[in-house]
């Protein structure tokens, strides 16, 4: 569906396809891509199977996009363990499906769509002990992070005009995520525990839209990593959510909250080739989070998520 622009005129404006439109992202995306002066269409699962490549060429034969924001995922990390076709064929035939009808613009003699692909940090090992770089190895470890990573090699494969962007502990306001969980839980006990031997960047989608906005007007395609600067741990990350409730914040080891899939225990990402691309530099996840947290209490009541 159209989800309108406040001056399809506007130069460099673009027709854009997003799949995912009733995801967390797209809840900050799109009214942020809108008020860049780009039409938006934006489709949610239930009207957009990516899965069936007729469909998604149905769709790109009706909305004629100039780009593809492609935002829709398979996100239920624990759960890919054990239904692995299902993560598989959203994230990675789902994403290749894109791709290919993008690449078949230029059956017709046209340049080929370009793309935007927003993956994970799951893509990568954990094992480092220095921010990684886009261009590093991958050796993701859970089948979740294995799915993701097939989608970017599909993408890969069919397109020269794509941007992989990846970004890791996502949150933000229309969906289920760590710190409306956290809040809700240190409002309501009086011990949590979080791990605290895994470390990260949180991203705020607010900050992903305006990184992916002004990203996609770079024409500059590649692999981007995408988050919040600094870095800290699950626990770290809760305490600064809990600060000011009246409930204790204990670290535990992954040991000691085992979860079906294997977590990255140090994921941080380089950012360095995203800021020279788009000329500023992300705020930190202490501001980031300070501005949601400021809006969460203006808005609604946070809703309880699967902890991390």
């Known amino acids: 569906m159209l989800e309108g622009t406040r001056d399809a005129t506007k130069p460099g404006c673009k027709r854009i396809l997003l799949t995912g439109g009733g995801g967390m992202l797209a809840a900050t995306l799109v009214p942020h891509l809108i ?4 039409q938006v269409f934006s489709f949610d699962r239930e009207h957009f ?3 069936d490549l007729a469909e998604v060429q149905k769709h790109f034969d009706e909305v004629k996009p100039d780009l593809v924001m492609h935002c829709a995922a398979y996100t239920a990390v624990d759960q890919a363990e054990s239904d692995s076709s299902l ?3 959203v994230n990675a035939t789902g994403t290749e499906n894109i791709a290919r009808c993008c690449a078949a ?3 017709g003699g046209d340049a080929e769509i370009p793309m935007v692909y927003i993956s994970t940090d799951y893509v990568f090992d954990g094992k480092s002990n220095v ?3 886009p261009y590093d190895r991958t050796a993701p470890e859970s089948k ?3 799915s993701k990573l097939a989608g970017e090699l599909a993408v890969q494969k069919h397109l020269k005009y794509y941007y992989i962007v990846r970004t890791s502990w996502l949150y933000g306001p229309g969906g289920k995520n760590f710190v409306d969980t956290i809040y809700k839980l240190a409002s309501d006990k009086p011990v949590i525990k979080v791990v605290a031997d895994q470390k990260g960047s949180p991203t705020s989608t607010k900050t992903l839209s305006q990184i992916l906005g002004a990203l996609i007007e770079t024409g500059k395609p590649g692999i ?3 988050t919040d600067m600094g870095e800290t741990t699950w626990y770290e990350f ?3 959510i809990a600060h000011g409730l009246p409930c204790k914040v204990e670290p535990c080891t992954t040991q000691e909250m085992p979860r079906p899939a294997p977590r990255p225990a140090y994921s941080a990402l380089d950012k360095a080739s995203l800021i020279e691309a788009i000329g500023f530099v992300p705020p930190t996840w202490q501001d980031a989070l300070a501005q949601y947290m400021e809006l969460m209490h203006q808005v609604k009541k946070p809703e309880e998520a699967a902890l991390v």
């Open 224 to 226: 981007y990593h995408a």
């Open 144 to 146: 979740y992070g294995m």
């Open 87 to 89: 993560s598989f064929a």
């Open 49 to 51: 199977d990516i899965t």
């Open 238 to 240: 809760a305490c600064q």
């Open 105 to 107: 613009a230029n059956a």
């Open 131 to 133: 921010p990684y770089k």
């Open 35 to 38: 008020d860049l002066g780009h």
